[in-house]
Nanobody, 118 residues
């Protein structure tokens, strides 16, 4: 079992920045297997950031929509994965989820809402 708790969402103006946190706990936590997704109403969850994996060709850590603006990182001492989001625009408005995927098992947090609006 893995428990994931996201935090850090809220309202931010276009052009602003925000950092999300995902605290992981449980019997099997592998921080490198934690990913960030986002979802808007009526749409499927979109993978926006993950850690580099062996076999990656080029930089596959980020979706095209966030590449160059978002950065994923981790702090093993705090069992936390972060998503630094810069130069936010209204299209980034979504519920952001962290996901732990390992050996075919998926665990999800409850999500944190990010609203980009003036």
């Amino acid at each position: 079992q893995v428990q994931l708790v996201e935090s850090g969402g809220g309202l931010v103006q276009p052009g602003g920045a925000m950092r999300l946190s995902c605290v992981a706990s449980g019997s099997i936590v592998i921080l490198d297997r934690i990913h960030w997704y986002r979802q808007t109403p009526g749409n499927e969850r979109e993978l926006v950031a993950r850690f580099r994996r062996p076999g990656d060709i080029g930089d596959e850590r980020y979706s095209d929509s966030v590449k160059g603006r978002f950065t994923i990182s981790s702090d093993s001492a705090k069992s936390t994965v972060y998503l630094q989001m810069n130069i936010l625009n209204p299209e980034d408005t979504a519920v952001y989820y962290c996901n732990h995927n390992w050996l075919g098992q998926d665990y999800w947090g409850k999500g944190t809402l990010v609203t980009v609006s003036s």
